[in-house]
């Protein structure tokens, strides 16, 4: 076996999908989202191209004779996506601060960690598990990182099923009702298309940020004229 090859082939999502089908694709979503090693897989392509290959332009991606049972797909992918979340939030409860402090190893990174943890609290629990979905990365560490910081598990599971729903749902489809016109093209420009999917996804959390430090900005320069009046009426008494 050629290992090298294997590892270009995981993060490869037409070579996945050619390797693996239906099957191996809802098991990937879940590892994606369910456990801290599956990160590294490319499930928004995976999603998009597996809608592809259920469509009527099947054989152009996967081979003559290939094509994806789309009804297996529209159920699969969300439960998984929904049932490896709960495992995050799971991990997060029950070992969630022991196994964030440990050191970085050639996988695991805490700063994907803390920037799980800062996307959490800045957004709020119900818009951060729902928005995280479409944000690589995010998605797979932000599940324990709402069960070390105590999320309700109802919360969370209703936010849960409202994001991977959208998630898996919205990106079957766009693969599915645009099979035709993304096979010619699906190597060249799925990546493209893939972020700019996500950067559309995450667009209500980039306007908050701009607002934010807007706001920031605003209150330094009142603070500033306040402290200016201040220094001003303090030296017209000494006058």
Do not use: C
């Amino acid at each position: 076996m050629d290992y090298n090859q294997l590892a270009v082939n995981l993060l490869d999502a037409k070579s996945l999908i050619s390797s693996l089908g239906a099957i191996g694709l809802i098991a990937i979503i879940f590892a994606e989202t369910g456990l801290l090693v599956g990160f590294f897989f490319p499930g928004d392509s995976l999603l998009i191209i597996a809608g592809v290959a259920a469509s009527s332009a099947a054989s152009s991606v996967l081979g003559d004779g290939a094509k994806l049972p789309i009804a297996t797909l529209l159920i699969g992918a969300p439960i998984a996506a929904i049932a490896g979340a709960q495992l995050g939030h799971q991990i997060g409860v029950k070992v969630g601060p022991k196994m964030f402090d440990k050191p970085d190893s050639k996988i695991f990174k805490r700063e994907y960690v803390l920037k799980a943890e800062e996307y959490f609290n800045k957004f709020g629990p119900g818009k951060a598990v729902v928005l995280a979905r479409f944000m690589p990365i995010v998605r797979t560490f932000l599940n324990p990182v709402a069960g070390t910081l105590d999320m309700p598990a109802k919360t969370f599971f209703l936010w849960n099923v409202v994001g991977g729903v959208l998630w898996t749902e919205s990106m079957l489809l766009i693969g599915y009702f645009f099979g035709d016109a993304l096979a010619p093209v699906i190597d060249k420009y799925l990546i493209p298309a893939v972020l700019l999917i996500v950067l559309l996804s995450i667009s209500p959390m980039i306007v908050e940020v701009i607002r934010e430090r807007r706001k920031k900005k605003a209150g330094g320069a009142e603070e500033e004229g306040a402290e200016a009046l201040q220094a001003g009426g303090g030296r017209h008494r000494r006058g």
